[in-house]
């Protein structure tokens, strides 16, 4: 929850998934009513590794179409991508004004990794991530780093970027010298994936739709 800014019939949600009924319930962000059942479809996936993020592959390789119910709900589309080796949470929705409102680059929707890099690594040499590496395309904003453990072969680091840049964390990383092994993204935004297991989706609760919307209104 956004701090205490969503409101269901007037008393403050906290607990993430809460429930809703959106025919009943008044859902409020910072006062103003917010729109649950208008028809939009919103959903978490599970991404798994070797998938692409993509609703269609020419190539007939997999992709993330096959893993999420667009029979049922025409118009579904990811926002943003998780590359091909990267697994985690994957937003769909069919809410068009949302997706763009995530994806334009002046808002900075946070988005959070966990990575298993080359070692072996000390937490000083994050610092220019944490500061604003330079890529090739410009410099990249501050990061939050956390150095899990710095062991060799392979050290573990979270990381959490407000950036859509393609393969943004791994070029990062790759940037000081530490390519990346594995990559998982556990959440976006104020979304979290919790137990959900790989390969599975399932549909976002109204009061996290309604903490996803309040979170736009911050970036």
């Not at 808002?107 to 959070?112: A, F, Q, S």
Request: aromatic share 4%.
């Amino acid at each position: 929850m956004t701090a205490g800014r969503v409101r269901v019939n007037g008393e403050v949600v906290t607990e993430l998934g809460s429930k809703v009924d959106p025919v009943h319930d008044e859902v409020t962000v910072d006062g103003k009513p917010v729109s649950i059942n208008d028809g939009s479809v919103y959903l978490m996936l599970h991404k798994p590794t070797g998938c692409l993020t993509t609703m269609d592959d020419p190539y007939g390789r997999p992709c993330v179409a096959a893993l999420v119910p667009t029979d049922a709900y025409p118009g579904l589309f990811p926002v943003g991508r998780l590359d091909k080796d990267t697994s985690g949470l994957l937003l769909f929705t069919t809410d068009g004004e949302l997706g763009n409102v995530l994806l334009h680059p002046k808002h900075h929707v946070e988005k959070t990794y966990e990575a298993l890099i080359e070692g072996p690594l000390c937490d000083a040499e994050l610092d220019p991530l944490r500061v604003g590496v330079e890529l090739d395309d410009g410099p990249c904003n501050r990061a939050r780093v956390t150095l899990i453990t710095g062991d060799e072969p392979a050290a573990q680091v979270r990381i959490t970027i407000n950036e859509g840049r393609n393969r943004q964390v791994r070029r990062m990383f790759e940037a000081i010298g530490h390519p990346v092994i594995k990559l998982h993204r556990p959440a976006f935004g104020p979304l979290s994936l919790g137990d959900l297991p790989e390969g599975k989706w399932r549909m976002l609760s109204a009061t996290e739709v309604a903490d996803l919307k309040a979170a736009t209104e911050t970036m």
